[in-house]
């Protein structure tokens, strides 16, 4: 009866333990959703347009073209580098709770991301080096 009694109480306690993991599941991909939705309004506001009757000139030059890439890029990066932060932020808490097939996937999906994220961090010099060869 004793030995019936330690069985129980280990099942027991590991379906708590399962339950705690799959509430903090619950809780980290609700946070996760809400984060991307706060940051996403943020960054998808709608800027004011204004009509112009004749433009005039219509000279495109390579310094002109290279502004627009320049301010198309520092926007991309920074929506990329805030998702990139709200991936890792997920993945490392899946990483810590998952078993270990989890943890290999999670590891290699962590490091692909910190790759994004470096290959975000350079985009300004690639443009300005492509900019001063064209130019």
Do not use: W
């Not at 019936?4 to 099942?11: C, V």
């Not at 960054?43 to 005039?56: C, G, Q, S």
């Not at 219509?58 to 320049?70: D, F, R, Y």
């Amino acid at each position: 009866m004793f030995n019936i009694d330690k069985k129980l109480k280990g099942e027991i306690s590991a379906s708590n333990g399962k339950s705690k993991v799959n509430k903090l599941k619950e809780k980290t991909s609700k946070l996760s959703l809400m984060l991307f939705g706060i940051i996403s309004s943020f960054l998808l506001t709608a800027t004011n347009v204004f009509a112009v009757e004749k433009i005039e000139g219509g000279n495109v030059t390579i310094e002109g073209l290279g502004t627009i890439i320049k301010n198309l890029a520092t926007k991309i990066q920074v929506f990329g580098i805030v998702v990139a932060f709200i991936a890792l932020v997920v993945f490392v808490i899946q990483f810590i709770i998952g078993d270990d097939e989890t943890k290999q996937r999670r590891k290699k999906t962590i490091l692909y991301t910190l790759g994004g994220v470096a290959l975000l961090i350079l985009i300004p010099s690639i443009i300005n080096f492509v900019i001063d060869t064209l130019g």
